[in-house]
């Protein structure tokens, strides 16, 4: 089954923009998902399966980091294509 998730990692640091930039190439190196990011979100599409094991291999490091940080995560049983809009 197709999904979509949409995914928003807040660092509470001062240093908030490398770990989000971290987080999105790690996202991308999956090659078996859809990655999309804009200035507020990034979005993940592919199968159910290989959506949620690149979300959980991607947050790992992130949350592993004594950085404190909040992930909010939408996941839809909807196919929805991602749209790059960011830098």
């Known amino acids: 089954m197709i ?7 807040y660092p509470l640091s001062a240093d908030y923009e490398a770990p989000i930039i971290a987080f999105i190439e790690r ?7 859809k990655v999309g990011t804009n200035n507020l979100s990034t979005q ?9 094991a690149a979300i959980t291999a ?3 490091p992130t949350l592993a980091d004594p ?6 995560i939408k996941l839809l049983n ?6 790059n809009t960011w830098r």
């Not at 950085?67 to 909010?72: E, G, H, I, M, Q």
């Not at 909807?78 to 749209?83: C, K, R």
């Open 44 to 52: 993940v599409r592919g199968e159910y399966a290989d959506v949620m």
């Open 78 to 83: 909807v196919d929805v294509e991602p749209a």
């Open 27 to 33: 996202l991308n190196t999956f090659e078996t998902v």
């Open 67 to 72: 950085t404190k940080c909040s992930f909010v």
């Open 58 to 60: 991607a947050m790992e």
């Open 3 to 9: 999904v979509s998730l949409d995914v928003s990692l």
